[in-house]
């Protein structure tokens, strides 16, 4: 069996608890990715367009500096990606941590927490941040309230797919 990871960011907690709750599920590693500015609930506000978020995600090439870079993406096969859907896409700091670290080889599989847009062009946008033979899948939009075992059923169906 493959070595997994579950890599996420959080900047309310919604995404950390599915997480944590994803990487129970799998028997696999879990990782943070923290920005070295946290964003402040005013940073979050998505109506405002002239806050930090809204800014990050009208400009394609902005890239959040993270924390800690210190995971060995080497030693996993598949990684789990979280996120919360921001305009339609992953906030760009997941640009970053891909940009971090050499994917090659890897599957990687996204989940995301919304509360009503879809991935939009997600895969499309973090494409170009890791290598032409990195497989990056559309997993499951979620809401935040999943238990394990809707968790594993999902982790099943994947069996299947990938």
């Known amino acids: 069996m493959s070595k997994k990871l579950v890599a996420y960011f959080s900047a309310s907690g919604v995404t950390a608890r599915i997480a944590n709750t994803l990487a129970n599920a799998l028997a696999a590693d879990l990782y943070e990715i923290k920005p070295e500015i946290p964003y402040t609930q005013a940073d979050l ?85 890791v290598a032409a033979d990195t497989i990056i899948k559309e997993g499951i939009l979620l809401n935040g309230r999943e238990s394990k075992e809707a968790l594993s059923v999902w982790i099943e169906s994947l069996k299947e797919k990938y």
């Open 45 to 129: 506000n998505w109506l405002d367009k002239t806050s930090r978020t809204s800014v990050e995600m009208a400009d394609k090439a902005s890239r959040p500096a993270i924390t800690d870079k210190n995971v060995d993406i080497e030693n996993y096969d598949t990684i789990f990606i979280g996120f919360q859907i921001w305009w339609y896409v992953a906030p760009t700091i997941i640009n970053t941590f891909l940009e971090s670290h050499d994917f090659s080889g890897k599957t990687i599989i996204l989940f995301a927490t919304s509360g009503d847009s879809g991935f939009g062009k997600t895969i499309e946008r973090l494409k170009g941040s």
